[in-house]
């Protein structure tokens, strides 16, 4: 069975950074898009950073442009997202997904996610 475990969440000040982790097991990490979603109460989920296989390819929200770094390490099954100058509207559940077709920006192309990491950023 494939799953995905994110860690790394927690609180921090507006300003800090944080890097989450998702550990990937039951499937060919390297054959997949990885991807950030993130949702806040009340709120969609909303698309916020992806990687293709190889992590050449990156691709991200514009409200995360330029804060967010996504990255993955193929021979430790693990995607990364470093995020710095958090924001308080950057909190929210954080999940990552797996998509192996591409087409990164819509959540309904992932194949498999995991359970999702909090992220609250206080002002």
């Known amino acids: 069975q494939v799953q995905l475990v994110e860690s790394g969440g927690g609180l921090v000040q507006a300003g800090d950074s944080l890097r989450l982790s998702c550990a990937a097991s039951?499937?060919?990490?390297?054959?997949?898009?990885m991807g950030w979603f993130r949702q806040a109460p009340g709120k969609e989920r909303e698309f916020v950073a992806a990687?293709?296989?190889?992590?050449?390819?990156?691709y991200y929200a514009d409200s995360v442009k330029g804060r967010f770094t996504i990255s993955r390490d193929n021979a430790k099954y693990t995607l990364y997202l470093r995020m710095n100058s958090l924001k308080p509207d950057d909190t929210a559940v954080y999940s990552c997904?797996?998509?192996?077709?591409?087409?990164?920006?819509?959540?309904?192309?992932?194949?498999?996610w995991g359970q999702g990491t909090q992220v609250t950023v206080s002002s």
């Open positions: 997904a797996a998509n192996y077709a591409g087409f990164v920006y819509n959540a309904t192309a992932y194949d498999y």
């Open positions: 039951g499937l060919t990490f390297s054959r997949y898009y």
């Open positions: 990687t293709s296989q190889s992590g050449d390819n990156t």
